[in-house]
């Protein structure tokens, strides 16, 4: 695997343009205006795709992260017959996010939050401090296991009528 260099990026404030550096979980914009939000400008304006790297990390060049943790897993898209067939259609893809290992699919929650929490947690290095995360199920899970396999401290709230939504293929 080449060597990973983090992505460089910026924060712009669709409101004013106002750029900022991503430094402390910034949410706003440093001025005083009506709220806005704030988007992610990438250095590198054509997507490269590093085929030599794991999971979602393979789009990194457009994505806010420093560093890359061990079991994240991708999408898959793939070229549907069968359903092309039933459908009358001769291009059909399908996008799949989940656990499907026989397609290369490893998304070992079964849903797609595992792109956010995996993206989410490789943003900045969290030696100093803890990630906190409220949610009522697949926020959550994909959360506990990317955070519980990379030693990122994490303080996770959920009702406890949703406990059992939190399950894991491995110990937390």
């Given at each position: 695997?080449?060597?990973?260099?983090?992505?460089?990026?910026?924060?712009?404030?669709?409101?004013?343009?106002?750029?900022?550096?991503?430094?402390?979980?910034?949410?706003?914009?440093?001025?005083?205006?009506?709220?806005?939000?704030?988007?992610?400008?990438?250095?590198?304006?054509?997507?490269?795709?590093?085929?030599?790297?794991?999971?979602?990390y393979r789009f990194?060049?457009?994505?806010?992260?420093?560093?890359?943790?061990?079991?994240?897993?991708?999408?898959?898209?793939?070229?549907?017959?069968?359903?092309?067939?039933?459908?009358?259609?001769?291009?059909?893809?399908?996008?799949?996010?989940?656990?499907?290992?026989?397609?290369?699919?490893?998304?070992?929650?079964?849903?797609?939050?595992?792109?956010?929490?995996?993206?989410?947690?490789?943003?900045?290095?969290?030696?100093?401090?803890?990630?906190?995360?409220?949610?009522?199920?697949?926020?959550?899970?994909?959360?506990?296991?990317?955070c519980s396999e990379?030693?990122?401290?994490?303080?996770?709230?959920?009702?406890?009528?949703?406990?059992?939504?939190?399950?894991?293929?491995?110990?937390?």
């Amino acid at each position: 695997m080449d060597s990973f260099t983090p992505t460089t990026y910026v924060l712009s404030a669709l409101c004013c343009g106002d750029q900022i550096q991503d430094s402390n979980w910034e949410l706003q914009c440093r001025f005083s205006h009506g709220p806005a939000l704030l988007r992610t400008l990438y250095e590198k304006e054509r997507l490269e795709i590093h085929e030599e790297w794991p999971g979602i990390y393979r789009f990194s060049d457009w994505l806010p992260v420093s560093r890359i943790l061990e079991g994240s897993g991708s999408p898959i898209t793939f070229k549907s017959m069968e359903m092309a067939k039933a459908l009358g259609l001769e291009n059909l893809y399908i996008t799949f996010n989940g656990y499907w290992p026989e397609k290369g699919a490893w998304m070992k929650t079964g849903t797609f939050k595992e792109c956010e929490a995996f993206s989410v947690c490789a943003r900045k290095n969290m030696e100093s401090g803890v990630m906190v995360v409220a949610s009522a199920g697949n926020t959550a899970r994909a959360f506990a296991r990317v955070c519980s396999e990379n030693k990122i401290p994490l303080l996770l709230a959920v009702p406890i009528d949703n406990i059992e939504s939190i399950w894991c293929d491995h110990p937390l």
